[in-house]
């Protein structure tokens, strides 16, 4: 059974940093691509961050462009989203995701999280 656990999320002061964690098990990991997506209240699923299996390359979505990083520890089966500069517009619900490949859309992907908040106050 896969799981996806996500942590890290919490309240933080515009221009704070936070650095999300999750945690993957019942698959195997570096097969792999690993993404972040968010939803703020109202608002549609949106699309963060992907890395590939093997964390050789990723691709950030405009909005964090810069202010965000992902990255991924085989070893530990964990990938993160360190996230710099924040803005109260990145308040969101944070979700991890795996899929077989590198896509920027949530239909692509196969396995969820359960999320973690993301509250960034002005």
């Known amino acids: 059974q896969v799981q996806l656990v996500e942590s890290g999320g919490g309240l933080v002061q515009a221009g704070g940093s936070l650095r999300l964690s999750c945690t993957a098990s019942g698959l195997t990991f570096s097969n792999y691509a690993m993404g972040w997506f968010r939803q703020a209240p109202g608002k549609e699923r949106e699309f963060v961050a992907v890395?590939?299996?093997?964390?050789?390359?990723?691709t950030h979505a405009n909005s964090v462009n810069g202010r965000f990083t992902i990255s991924r520890d085989n070893a530990k089966n964990m990938v993160y989203l360190q996230m710099n500069s924040l803005k109260p517009e990145d308040t969101a619900v944070y979700y991890c995701a795996a899929s077989k490949g590198t896509y920027n859309s949530a239909s692509h992907y196969d396995y969820w999280g359960q999320g973690t908040q993301v509250t960034v106050d002005s």
């Open positions: 890395i590939t299996g093997r964390g050789f390359s990723s």
